[in-house]
């Protein structure tokens, strides 16, 4: 059955620095997300992607984040100067209409 | 202020027993109702999705929606240990954007 993944599982980074997401969604899917979980909290919406451009975004997603589907299947998540409150259980999600499946997530660590 | 309301729990059924799990919405205009299970450092699984008023089943899970309740639930029936988890209402706004209930954690007793 296909699968959305996401590389890496864990990064830990300092603050300030620069990080990247990668996610392979599902190969026929054309809709892609992006949430983030804080450890015990809901999980958060940051931004649809459709069509090779934002559709949705959230507040959180301000201009330290941006997405990009760089080639036909990797669709990415970068944080230019991470922060503290960055860290994160980041997830991808991929669908070709309403159900959305979910990779593994990458746990970011900010110290 | 779009929301999804969850009791957080911890709800404990004991094995062979019927879990229900709730949740209500505020967005009237919602069309698109979807129950996830993540166990504890792993990601939501999809297990059901319910679309339209009534009843909708799948093996051991059935959904129900009650739109002008604005209310939809989850029944778990012969639980099993496996099914200890937490479980996510996620509803579905008019900018095809889920709105998260916080979850509700099922524990099920052998």
């Known amino acids: 059955e296909p699968e959305v993944t996401q590389t890496p599982s864990h990064q830990v980074t300092q603050m300030g620095q620069e990080v990247i997401l990668r996610c392979v969604p599902i190969?026929?899917?054309?809709?892609f997300y992006w949430y983030r979980q804080i450890l015990g909290q809901k999980v958060e919406f940051l931004v649809s992607?459709?069509?090779?451009?934002?559709?949705?975004k959230s507040e959180i997603f301000d201009d330290q984040f941006s997405v990009e589907r760089p080639d036909g299947s990797n669709f990415t998540l970068k944080i230019r100067s991470t922060k503290l409150e960055d860290s994160a259980m980041y997830f991808c999600a991929s669908t070709h209409s309403h159900e959305q499946f979910f990779g593994p997530g990458t746990r970011l660590t900010v110290l | 202020q779009k929301e999804v309301e969850q009791n957080s729990g911890p709800l404990s059924v004991p094995e062979g027993a019927i879990a229900s799990l709730n949740c209500t919405y505020s967005d009237r205009g919602s069309q698109s109702f979807f129950w996830y299970r993540q166990y504890s450092g792993k990601s939501p699984e999809l297990i059901m999705s319910i679309y339209s008023n009534g009843d909708k089943e799948d093996g051991r899970f059935t959904a129900q929606l009650n739109k002008a309740s604005q209310y939809v639930s989850l029944l778990i029936r012969d639980s099993q240990p496996s099914d200890s988890a937490t479980y996510l209402c996620a509803v579905m706004d008019s900018n095809y954007q889920l709105i998260w209930g916080a979850g509700t954690k099922l524990i099920i007793k052998p």
């Open positions: 992607f459709y069509n090779n451009e934002i559709s949705e």
């Open positions: 190969s026929n899917h054309l809709y």
